[in-house]
Each structure stands twice: as structure tokens, then as C-alpha cells.
């Protein structure tokens, strides 16, 4: 009877762990193999995993800066047995973004606004997804692209930011961009809400840079205006395009000096 209360105890006790995926599934059926084994599974071993997600209803992709054109199966998202998920046709989060007006400060792409579009929707679906995940009260959030192929376990990086204070939050180590890698992150509560939330930033950034709008640098600006501690970690994960095609990827680490750049231009941006 002690055993099994301890039993008991022990499984209260566990931390919870929420899993968000946002954006479109283009490659999922891809991709899902590494999102079972380096990051479902592990995040299991370690606590009370719940799965969440916010994806785009779409039958097609059509995406010339990646050379995409391709169709899209609108069930895929099935495979992933979300505990709770939330479909949207893409196109309405635009206008509520303002988004001639965000493009009026300029094209970082330099594709006649796709790409700036795109990002949009991305941090329109990335803050729906956050909401979800923020009514469970979850004690870590793992924030990932569907359409990604995870080549190592997220095991030690769940580890260490379980450990970490509530403002902290994990990025990869790699393609920063002038600013810090967005394809996935691994943060404590605050840290979630500040990074799940900045859409409603945008605004802000543009007025005071003049623009444009660089998904990278945007981040950066988040995170230093929200006081993140930030980690990094060399955890990779390549992008798949719709017609299963891996992305080669340049996985160099970001060297020391840029490091400091940026721990430096928090006290600035």
C-alpha cells in the first residue's frame, strides 16, 4: 500500500509538458517519425505530456521563394493524435495583422510580400496555439513546425529547462540571421507567453525601426523587450518541402563573438 501510494504521489507530482504545433503540415507524413522519437517521446519519460496544435486548412502549396507547388493532403494533420487542435483557413489572420500596413514599411524577402505573409501567419498561428497551451497551466512548452525533420532527442534540453527559471527558454544555436533562430523553442511559462505573444509586437518594432520586418531580428527584439534569459542549445532540425524533398541546411554553430553581440544588444533594442 505505501508503494502504491508512492506510486501515486510520484505521478502527481510530474511536470506538466505542452507540445504546440503551428502553421501548415506540408511534410508531416515525412517528419512525423522524428517528432515521435525526439521529441514526443522523450517529453513522455519526463511528465504529462499533452499535444496541441493550430494549423491552416489548405490543399495546395504554392510557394515560389521555396520553388513549392505542390498538393497538400487537408487530413495529414490526423497523424499527429493531437489532444486538442484547431483548423483555420489561411487568409483571415491579414487583415486582422494590418498587414498592408506592415508591408508598406518595406519586403525583407524581396518576394512581392509571400514571404512576409507567411510570417504572419506563422506568429497569427504561433499565438493561437500559445493560447490553447496556456489553459493547461503547463510547467514547460515545446513550440514546433510540423513541417521539420528533427535529426537528435530533445531528452537533455527538457532536462535543463524544467531546472531553468520561468523567463528562460531554449533556441537552436544556428542560422540567427542578425537575430535569433525561430524554427522552434523549448521556455518555461513567461518565457512561453512572451514568445507564443509577439505578433502584438509588431507594430511597435516597425515604428521604431522603420522596418522591415525580419523574422529573426524580430524575435531578438521580443525576447530582449520581454527580458527572456535565453539558452541555446545545438539541437537541428531540417525543413521538408511538400513533395518530401529535405532542405539542406547549414548547421554552423553561431560563434562566441555574435553571442556576445547579442547578449550586449539586449541593453539596447
Known sequence: MAELMANNDKKSV????????????????????????????????????????????????????????????????????????????????????????????????????????????????????????????????VLTRPDLLYHNSFYQVLVDQLKSPSNSLTLPNWQWFGGYNDRFAICRPEAGTAYTNRIDLISEYLLRTGGPLPAERFLRFNLHKNKVALNFCDLKASRVRANGEKVEENFNQISFTKRMKRYFQKYFD
Open 14 to 141: 510530474q511536470p506538466r509538458i505542452a507540445i504546440g504545433f503551428f502553421g501548415i503540415t506540408r511534410s508531416l507524413k515525412w517528419t512525423l517519425s522524428s517528432i515521435q522519437k525526439n521529441i514526443i517521446e522523450p517529453a513522455r519519460s519526463l511528465g504529462d505530456v499533452r499535444l496541441y496544435a493550430h494549423l491552416y486548412q489548405q490543399e495546395y502549396v504554392l510557394n515560389p521563394r521555396s520553388g513549392e507547388d505542390h498538393p497538400m493532403d487537408p487530413h495529414e494533420h490526423q497523424l499527429l493524435e493531437c489532444d486538442e487542435i484547431k483548423l483555420e483557413k489561411p487568409g483571415t489572420c491579414l487583415a486582422t495583422a494590418n498587414y498592408e500596413w506592415v508591408r508598406s514599411y518595406g519586403d525583407a524577402f524581396h518576394d512581392n510580400g509571400k514571404s512576409l505573409a507567411n510570417l504572419i501567419h506563422q506568429l497569427h498561428s504561433l499565438q493561437q496555439v500559445g493560447r490553447m497551451m496556456n489553459e493547461w497551466k503547463p510547467d514547460l512548452y
